[in-house]
């Protein structure tokens, strides 16, 4: 099956891991898929942007105002771009500024390894009020994919992932620097600083530049590593049962636990 209005796709960055996945959901939902990656050959460019529906940039935030200069040029102005990136006011005001066709920007809340019994969902968010239909279409296109679609802004989706993705990687590097100036620390881990490790083992070994990129990238961050301060100080006045009561809210709603 395909998406009404979405039939020929183009991705930058086909060859990255999320590039990837999205190709292969793509080519199985029967559309055309044309692959861009560097150097961006002026005749693959244009190739793959004639009469193109939707043009997803898969690339890091760093590198996306080259990457639209070289791909908005081809691009007819019916084309819808967007792209998949873990920060949205920077990469979505590049695109408005770069192109003056309809933009969506969207966010896989997921990597291309989707955990069992995870709920994979994409925030969608129109880079204009104009945008709306275009907003719709990619949203069809990801269901049809498989995944959970909600409705977003730029502002919100930055504020909530300063804390989920870059407020986790400034405490979790904060933390375990101030553990190591512990002499001989290693000899009391116990099962639960275990875990603790292990989750931030591939964070800290493999995906570090990636986090940096992206907490450097959103301009809220800053902000909440502020607000978790004013949480530490409670912390170190002694309110911790009220700390406790408030962290409790992730699980007040769960009936696994």
Not at 62 to 75: F, G, Q, S
Request: charged share 25%; proline share 5%; glycine share 8%.
């Amino acid at each position: 099956m395909t998406v009404e209005g979405i039939n020929k796709i183009a991705i930058v960055g086909a060859r990255g891991q999320m590039g990837g996945l999205f190709s292969g959901d793509f080519t199985r939902l029967g559309c055309e898929v044309a692959e861009l990656g560097r150097p961006y050959a002026d005749d693959a460019v244009r190739a793959a942007l004639t009469d193109c529906d939707l043009l997803m940039i898969s690339v890091p935030v760093t590198a996306m105002d080259h990457v639209l200069e070289i791909m908005v040029p081809h691009m007819d102005g019916k084309t819808i771009l967007c792209d998949v990136g873990s920060v949205k006011e920077l990469p979505i005001k590049a695109m408005l500024e770069h192109y003056d066709g309809p933009v969506v920007g969207t966010h896989p809340l997921f990597g291309p390894i989707i955990p069992e019994g995870f709920e994979p969902k994409v925030a969608i968010m129109p880079g204009r009020e104009s945008d709306a239909s275009s907003a719709d279409k990619v949203t069809a296109l990801m269901q049809a994919c498989g995944y959970t679609c909600f409705d977003s802004t730029a502002e919100d989706h930055d504020r909530a992932l300063a804390f989920i993705q870059g407020l986790n990687f400034t405490s979790t590097v904060a933390f375990l620097a101030a553990a190591r100036d512990v002499d001989g620390i290693e000899h009391f881990v116990t099962p639960s600083f275990k875990r603790r490790l292990d989750s931030a083992a591939k964070m800290m070994t493999q995906d570090t530049e990636l986090f940096e990129v992206i907490s450097e990238a959103n301009p809220y961050l800053q902000e909440v590593n502020r607000k978790f301060m004013s949480y530490l100080s409670l912390a170190a006045g002694g309110d911790l049962e009220l700390l406790a009561d408030r962290a409790l809210w992730w699980w007040r709603n769960d009936e696994s636990y």
